[in-house]
């Protein structure tokens, strides 16, 4: 029997442990709506958090700023450095080795994040050793 595919609305009524070590607004992907190509939620990052270094295998990260500052190291070995402030827009290419993190030691800051991977978390890939030697590079002396 085939599934009847309609318009969803969804209430944010929770949130979700992501593999990367931060908690999202549950939103649209495959699990609360059939979603088929995007998946779509709101982050908030805590004062002074980060995520864990990580990629999206084979996936494309599309992420509006929409409250604060965030700040990511990126790149093979998360060499480069970029900051976010409110009403920017970030694209990350698939594979793309990431670490978010939010500056502040006193304001969150939020973004609406939305990939080309329908699943939660099926492409998050987890990268401990680059993520070793990235606090290696950058724990103070």
């Known amino acids: 029997m085939a599934e009847t595919r309609t318009c969803r609305l969804i209430r944010t009524s929770g949130t979700y442990h992501g593999k990367q070590g931060l908690d999202y607004a ?5 699990e609360s709506v059939g979603s088929q190509g995007i998946c779509m939620h709101l ?4 004062p002074g958090k980060r995520a864990k270094a990580h990629l ?10 929409l409250k604060g500052k965030s700040a990511m190291w ?33 304001e969150p800051c939020s973004a609406l994040i939305a ?27």
């Open 43 to 46: 982050l908030t990052i805590p």
């Open 26 to 30: 549950e939103a649209i992907s495959k």
């Open 115 to 141: 990939r080309t991977d329908p699943n939660e978390q099926e492409s998050v890939l987890l990268l401990p050793e680059l993520e070793a030697e990235w606090e290696n590079k950058n724990s103070p002396s």
């Open 74 to 106: 990126y790149g093979e070995k998360l060499e480069l450095h970029m900051e976010l402030e409110e009403g920017d827009f970030l694209y990350i290419p698939a594979g793309t080795p990431h670490l978010p993190y939010n500056p502040s030691q006193t």
């Open 56 to 65: 999206h295998e084979d996936h494309e990260t599309a992420i509006y700023m």
